[in-house]
C-alpha cells in the first residue's frame, strides 16, 4: 500500500481533507486503474475524496505540449477546471 507509512502515524495528515486525483495516460484509460489504487488507499487514510468529476485524460501526448509541458487541448482545459472548481467549492465547505 502506498500509504502505509502513513497509516501508522497516531495523527492521521490525510483524515477529513478534501482531496482530488487526476491522471494522464498515452493509453485509452488514462490511467484509470492507477486512479483506482490511489483512490482504495486515500480512502483508507480517511481522506474525503472527491468523487465527481472524475479526471482521467486519455492520449494525453496528443493533448499537450511537449516543449512546454502545457496542456493545450481546450476541452480536457474545460474539463479540468470543472473539477478543480468542484474541489474549490469542497475545500471552501471544509474551511
Do not use: C
Not at 22 to 41: F, W
Not at 52 to 81: C, H, N, W, Y
Amino acid at each position: 500500500m502506498h500509504g502505509d507509512w502513513l497509516s501508522r502515524l497516531p495523527a492521521q495528515p490525510f483524515a477529513g481533507k478534501p482531496t482530488v486525483i487526476q491522471s494522464g495516460s498515452p493509453g485509452a484509460l488514462g490511467g484509470a486503474r492507477a486512479q483506482y489504487h490511489l483512490r482504495q488507499s486515500l480512502v483508507f487514510l480517511d481522506a474525503r475524496v472527491i468523487n465527481k468529476p472524475e479526471a482521467m485524460v486519455s492520449q494525453i501526448m496528443s493533448k499537450v505540449d511537449a516543449s512546454t509541458g502545457e496542456l493545450t487541448d481546450q476541452a480536457t482545459r474545460d474539463f479540468i477546471a470543472s473539477q478543480l472548481n468542484a474541489f474549490a467549492a469542497v475545500v471552501r465547505q471544509f474551511g
